[in-house]
């Protein structure tokens, strides 16, 4: 068809949606429209049917994702009983301050016999090495006491600055105790290791302490979601980069349809949020989900552009028009006769639009079902030459 008869019948075209519009008088829009359409595309009726419309692509909705503090409803699970823990440094602590005091007294007491009586200091070799290991023993012992003490005090704490959350900062729990994060820190791995913590765990950077399995799992999903939106940023830059590169390459005329057809589209997608009805959105994504395509593969054969100027020119702006007079239609609180029966016109109009550029599609695709049919005839006279197939075959 040349140019000339594209103009004419999208004049035409034009004419009979604006005029509807114009009188809001959509009597009989549907079936001028498809008499117009099925002349203009009636050049690719020869084509093969057998590219059915496709089904739509479900729309993917974003999930918000809601961060929040989790509450521990029966806290003394999450912290182990301490109590048999607290006697044993207690008593190390006792003993260990008898044991060093008696035996220190007792080796200075044998150090003075040895000063004032003079006596052999190989005699009382025995006694004095028993003493100092003693002593030595009890000093241990008292050390040990006083440092599981400290501990406890500090878990006390580390308990008293996490009330009822599941997780805290090592920085908080730094000023609670008044050491320094590096020494929390070991401190929080030994008392995890030891039980203390009962579901105790420490972020992967080691900055926080989360007390609860629960809140730890959704700790680990929080983190891979981040991940996963990180290589989807990173993947989007890389596609925004290809595009850009891609448009540098492609000439400014043609860039410029691609750019208004992209506006058809994100306006075809508003009206479809705007309008609630269950069977019109079901029409409007099928026209979205087509016209996609056809840009999508104008994108990569540049050389169909002109044709699809036109049909923008024409075809597009009218479908525009039709959704935005069906959804001022549709969102009036009384709605009579009329307008029920203007929108179904309309309803009927966007079938036909739908089937026109279906075929549309199907056209800008005829050069590579040409190839592909080109390509099977060769590959099976290949394979009967090699005596590979029981017999001939026919496309």
């Not at 009979?16 to 595309?41: H, M, P």
């Not at 730094?174 to 994060?181: H, L, N």
């Not at 492609?250 to 069977?279: C, R, T, W």
Request: proline share 2%; glycine share 8%.
């Amino acid at each position: 068809m040349e140019r000339w008869e594209w103009e004419e019948l999208g004049g035409k075209v034009q004419d009979i949606i604006e005029s509807a519009v114009n009188s809001k008088d959509y009597k009989k829009l549907s079936q001028s429209v498809g008499e117009v359409l099925e002349r203009t595309l009636g050049q690719y009726r020869s084509f093969s049917d057998r590219e059915k419309s496709r089904k739509d692509s479900a729309w993917e909705v974003r999930q918000e994702e809601k961060k929040q503090t989790v509450f521990s409803e029966n806290l003394p699970e999450l912290y182990g009983q301490l109590t048999g823990e607290k006697v044993k440094r207690i008593l190390q602590t006792v003993f260990g301050g008898i044991l060093t005091g008696s035996m220190g007294i007792g080796l200075f007491v044998v150090l003075i016999l040895e000063i004032f009586l003079r006596k052999s200091i190989f005699s009382l070799l025995g006694p004095a090495v028993f003493l100092a290991l003693g002593t030595l023993a009890g000093v241990v012992l008292l050390a040990m006491g006083c440092s599981g003490i400290g501990s406890l005090s500090r878990f006390k704490r580390y308990k008293k600055t996490l009330g009822k959350n599941t997780y805290c900062e090592l920085q908080a729990l730094s000023r609670a105790v008044g050491r320094t994060v590096k020494f929390i820190k070991k401190d929080i791995r030994r008392m995890i290791a030891k039980g203390w913590f009962l579901e105790g765990h420490l972020d992967e950077q080691e900055t926080c302490l989360i007390t609860s399995n629960e809140t730890y799992s959704q700790y680990l999903e929080t983190q891979r979601q981040l991940e996963q939106r990180k290589k989807q940023g990173e993947l989007e830059r890389q596609q925004r980069e290809a595009q850009e590169k891609t448009k540098e390459k492609i000439p400014e005329e043609i860039q410029e349809v691609l750019d208004k057809g992209n506006d058809f589209i994100e306006k075809i997608h508003a009206s479809n949020d705007a309008i609630p009805g269950e069977e019109i959105s079901e029409k409007i994504s099928k026209m979205e989900l087509i016209v996609r395509q056809i840009f999508k593969r104008a994108e990569e054969h540049p050389e169909i552009v002109p044709d699809l100027k036109r049909m923008m020119d024409y075809y597009l702006p009218m479908t525009i028009k039709l959704l935005d007079a069906y959804e001022e239609m549709d969102g009036q609180p009384v709605q009579g006769e009329n307008i029920r029966n203007s929108k179904k016109e309309i309803e009927d109009t966007i079938d036909t639009l739908n089937e026109a550029f279906a075929k549309l599609l199907d056209s800008v695709f005829k050069d590579t079902a040409w190839d592909v049919s080109s390509d099977i005839s060769v590959l099976h006279t290949m394979l009967a030459q090699e005596g590979l197939t029981k017999g001939d075959f026919t496309l």
